[in-house]
């Protein structure tokens, strides 16, 4: 058994960021652990520029943003495990994996970062109804095929959910010479970014079809069309006699990811059933003491810049942990809060017109950054923090959507629960 003082579990950027974190700020017996044959996870396929621009001020791909992580990772002594599956993580922090090389192998951590990125739903997840034909992909699986196989999976498609990777498709896709038909979306607002939908969508004159789905596929060897009907905003059926067809060969299926806990479940980890990540504090430690989750395992990000400042932040309090536990507290990084044994956290409640919150917990020792996402479209607003039923914090905004992510700054020193809520301008009751 290989002991280490810190186990990383995924190679892509949360994972690379939270590696190199750990080391800047004094581990040095580190190694990630990566199941592909590559590191940079989903941003190899990305070839669109938009990221990065938080993080480093700058324009980049994903490739070249993945670069950035990889040249800090190079110059340090980090070991890397490719093409190797991690199977169980125990209360003990023994991390037991398999790969092609090694066979089956376990290794011991002082301290495990859950960094396993997320997963596209699919067509069963969506229950549409019709036939099994060929050309139905999810849209990071066409993007694949797309940007770095060379392959174009169709000439006529219809892309079923309004999230990013679906709306960047769109537009990938008509670059490409492929025909896009529409977009068409359940909900009545759609889920991605709004520079994505005027950028990808309005830009190359793409019809959004809102509080829209699809509700039949038809075709025998391959997809000839679609039926596409109207659904009320309520209770999100189809509306009869609302239908109408578009014939297409390909279908692409931007619907939700789920974050990759699999891992945390089996480990006894407590998980958050609105994000399906793991619940954390402010420092990304979870239930269980000495494992820190951050990146799209723990919730679903729209920018990987804020992938990037989790990941920080767990690599800094992964040292914090192993380093106390040794007892070096010359070389123990300051940091924003202790881990959870040293304090009762608070509890960071989602209130009305919330979503969630990241982290679901605080010590409330210093100011604690919080991330959030609203449930509905709001135009000018107030985010509304409250403790002891009493108005600590107000923020105003002009804009915010659900498939944006929020943040904000609450107060240390606080002794009871916080709570977030959002109310809509001349709404007294949020």
């Known amino acids: 058994m290989t002991k280490y003082d810190l ?57 070249e943003y993945a670069e950035r992580f990889l040249d800090m990772v190079k110059s340090t002594q980090i070991e890397i495990a490719l093409g190797t599956m991690v199977l169980e993580i125990t209360q003990e922090r023994e991390v037991h994996a398999v790969g092609k090389d090694t066979g089956y192998v376990v290794h011991s951590a002082k301290s495990i970062i859950l960094a396993m990125g997320c997963r596209e739903r699919a067509r069963g997840a969506v229950n549409i109804a019709g ?13 694949q095929y797309c940007n770095m196989e060379g392959y174009l999976v169709g000439k006529r498609v219809v892309i079923l959910g309004s999230g990013d990777i679906g709306l960047i498709m769109a537009r990938r896709m008509t ?8 977009c068409v979306e359940l909900l009545p607002y759609s889920g991605g970014l709004t520079r994505n939908i005027v950028q990808c969508l ?22 000839e069309q679609v039926v596409v009907s109207k659904v009320e905003d309520k209770t999100r059926h189809p509306i009869p006699n609302t239908e109408f067809t578009i014939d297409c060969d390909t279908i692409l299926l931007s619907v939700g990811l789920i974050p990759e ?11 958050d059933s609105r994000t399906n990540g793991a619940v954390v504090n402010e420092n990304m430690e979870t239930s269980l003491p000495g494992v820190f989750a951050c990146g799209n395992a723990l919730h679903v990000h729209d920018l990987v810049d804020y992938v990037s400042y989790e990941a920080e932040l767990a ?50 020792l210093t ?16 985010i509304i923090i409250t ?3 009493q108005q600590i914090g107000s923020f105003n905004r002009l804009h915010m959507a659900p498939g944006e992510m929020e943040s904000i700054t609450i107060p240390q020193d606080l002794n009871s629960d916080i709570t977030i809520s959002c109310i809509q301008e001349g709404d007294d009751n949020g």
């Open 131 to 143: 036939s099994r034909p060929a050309g139905i992909f999810t849209a990071g699986t066409a993007q």
């Open 387 to 389: 403790c002891n039923d």
């Open 7 to 63: 186990i990383v579990i995924g190679g892509g950027p949360a994972g690379l960021g939270a590696a190199y974190s750990a080391w800047q700020n004094g581990l040095r017996k580190i190694l990630i652990i990566e199941r592909d044959q590559e590191l940079g996870g989903i941003l190899n396929q990305c070839v669109h520029n938009g990221f990065g621009i938080h993080y480093f001020g700058e324009d980049l791909t994903g490739p």
């Open 175 to 182: 670059l490409e010479g492929a025909k896009v038909l529409a």
């Open 367 to 382: 100011d604690t950054k919080i991330f959030f996402r609203v449930n509905k479209p709001f135009s000018k607003s107030k």
């Open 261 to 271: 806990n699999e891992l945390t479940r089996a480990a006894g980890i407590e998980i």
């Open 315 to 364: 690599g800094i309090a992964a040292a914090e942990f192993v380093l106390r536990s040794r007892g070096d507290r010359q070389h123990i990084p300051v940091i924003a809060g202790l881990t959870r044994n040293d304090r009762t956290c608070l509890r960071i409640l989602a209130g009305s017109g919330i979503s969630y919150t990241v982290p679901q917990h605080t010590t409330a």
């Open 202 to 223: 309005h830009d190359y004159d793409i019809p959004l079809y809102l509080s829209h789905t699809i509700t039949e596929i038809r075709g025998t060897k391959r997809v």
